[in-house]
């Protein structure tokens, strides 16, 4: 393969390098707030696409702002003052043949049942005031879909990922999960759902500071604050020895203040409803995390079109390729960088690009990572089904 360049890092794998910073946004901070509502409309969208007219129209609906409300909030009690606004933007495909599409609303529902599915406690409607915007689609880049049965980029942009995922990748993944799940909110019901993570390895010791919003209504007083943070932290450095053989620290909204009864305290379980602000893109990369030591894409493949879009495609692809490779082949690390231009097949990358790390045989790597690349290529499609069926992080 002409554009494929596979070599080999003058580095150590990132869980051997001294230092290493991992991130989470959980699913009610505002950033993911914003990528999953617009994750979801890009969903229904291109599923209405489908069904209606045999194809995935053009459509870009990754520009979600999330204005944050305003309440006042004591223990045991609190109130909406303003609302939180959500502004739905992008471009779609709104007219064909004539046919006006229900695009404002498919995109308001599908933001409305996100929201009811991430915060249960919430109102969709009380406590926020949607605002679709999304415009027409380009004609130019309306063209670019399904031409002649070959799909082409839209965008030049590249995709980037890395595999298989570090100690304290997984670590703070795994810890994330469980602060998420059934069982720890029916444990843990003061809880809400705005949960950070945040890693900081240095050699062999995990810091791990969580940032986690209550519910004041649960949360009678700070004496009850205090004594379930403490069960929380306690809980977590538990879940966290059974996962790691490294020593880890565990932080919890530091921020605090006893003295002066100042804690991370919520109506609703979000920072959104105070003047936090979310916005797309702003959060966790296309592996679900915010890795700044792993080569990393600015690029918000959330709500981003899932066929031709290679901020999107490109971020997954690379993924699946990177985790291919590394499974296949003897190799302790890979990273996988592609490049598309706009206009050009999207199974046709100007660049494929290998990093591998310590292979057994650079050579061997080398066949296997063009047989592996070659047939993801020749089935892009099954990267559209992916992100469609859901089985992937995407933000």
């Not at 409300?69 to 779609?92: C, M, Q, T, W, Y």
């Not at 994330?176 to 950070?196: M, Q, R, T, V, W």
């Not at 909204?253 to 009864?261: C, G, L, R, S, V």
């Not at 290998?354 to 089935?379: K, M």
């Amino acid at each position: 393969m002409k554009s494929l360049s596979v070599y080999e890092a003058k580095r150590s794998p990132v869980d051997n390098q001294r230092i290493e910073l991992v991130e989470r946004k959980g699913y009610g901070h505002p950033d993911t707030l914003a990528d999953g509502i617009a994750e979801s409309i890009s969903k229904r969208l291109s599923k209405f696409y489908k069904k209606e007219f045999g194809r995935i129209l053009h459509h870009n609906t990754d520009q979600v702002e999330i204005v944050g409300g305003k309440v006042n909030v004591d223990f045991g009690k609190g109130e909406v003052v303003e609302p939180i606004h959500v502004i739905l933007s992008g471009r779609a495909t709104t007219e064909v043949s004539g046919r006006e599409l229900p695009v404002h609303e498919m995109a308001i529902k599908s933001a409305k049942e996100f929201v009811k599915e991430k915060l249960p406690q919430v109102s969709a409607d009380s406590n926020f005031v949607w605002d679709s915007r999304i415009g027409h689609g380009s004609v130019d880049l309306m063209g670019l879909y399904g031409e002649n049965g070959t799909v082409k980029s839209n965008d030049t942009s590249f995709g980037v990922s890395s595999a298989p995922y570090s100690k304290t990748e997984k670590l703070v993944l795994e810890v994330d999960k469980y602060l998420n799940s059934n069982s720890f909110a029916n444990k843990f019901p003061e809880l809400g759902e705005d949960i950070k993570v945040m890693a900081d390895r240095h050699k062999n010791k995990v810091n791990l500071t969580i940032a986690g919003a209550f519910i004041a209504e649960r949360v009678p007083d700070l004496d009850h604050y205090i004594s379930v943070k403490e069960e929380i932290i306690d809980e977590i450095r538990d879940f966290v020895s059974k996962k790691t053989g490294r020593e880890v620290n565990i932080h919890m909204n530091t921020a605090d203040d006893y003295e002066n009864e100042v804690v991370y305290i919520t109506l609703t379980g979000t920072s959104a409803e105070a003047g936090d602000d979310g916005s797309v893109g702003r959060g966790n990369r296309a592996n679900g995390l915010i890795t700044p030591c792993r080569p990393m894409s600015l690029e918000a493949p959330a709500g981003k079109n899932p066929l031709a879009h290679v901020g999107k495609v490109y971020n997954v692809l690379s993924k699946f390729i990177a985790e291919d490779i590394y499974e296949k082949t003897d190799v302790e690390e890979v990273s996988v960088k592609l490049l598309s231009q706009i206009g050009k097949p999207i199974n046709k990358p100007k660049v494929v690009d290998v990093e591998v790390v310590e292979p057994g045989s650079l050579s061997d790597v080398q066949y296997e990572s063009e047989e592996i690349v070659s047939d993801w290529l020749d089935n892009i499609n099954r990267v559209t089904e992916e992100i469609l069926n859901g089985n992937l992080y995407v933000y």
